[in-house]
Nanobody
Framework: QVQLRESGGGAVQPGGSRRLSCEAS????????MSWYRQAPGKERELVGT????????NYLDSVKGRFTISRDNAKKMVYLQMNSLKPEDTAVYSC?????????WGQGTQVSVSS
């Protein structure tokens, strides 16, 4: 069982940067693959990227490759999403997800708004 809480969202100008954090509580955090998802108004939720338990294998949505970076710190039970060169189309609610043998767990989400 794990509980997740995202933070770091807010308003940012195009071309700017933002770092989202996902803080986990509970046991066996290091056994979960961690993902970031996002959902824009009126659109389906999409997978932004996933980081494995070791943090050595990472995959990203094509539209964010080269701009977004996922990292994790198992000792701190934290997962991060570093977002650079932000575009208006990145505007969405970003959610953290943990996946393991116990199932899937979600945070409440944090809003990121990119506009001039």
């Amino acid at each position: 069982q794990v509980q997740l809480r995202e933070s770091g969202g807010g308003a940012v100008q195009p071309g700017g940067s933002r770092r989202l954090s996902c803080e986990a509580s509970g046991s066996s955090f290091g056994s979960y693959a961690m993902s970031w998802y996002r959902q824009a108004p009126g659109k389906e939720r999409e997978l932004v990227g996933t980081i494995t338990t070791s943090g050595t294998s990472i995959n990203y949505l094509d539209s964010v490759k080269g701009r977004f970076t996922i990292s994790r710190d198992n000792a701190k039970k934290m997962v991060y999403l570093q977002m650079n060169s932000l575009k208006p189309e990145d505007t969405a609610v970003y959610s953290c997800n943990a996946r393991g043998m116990a199932g899937n767990f979600w945070g409440q989400g944090t809003q990121v708004s990119v506009s001039s």
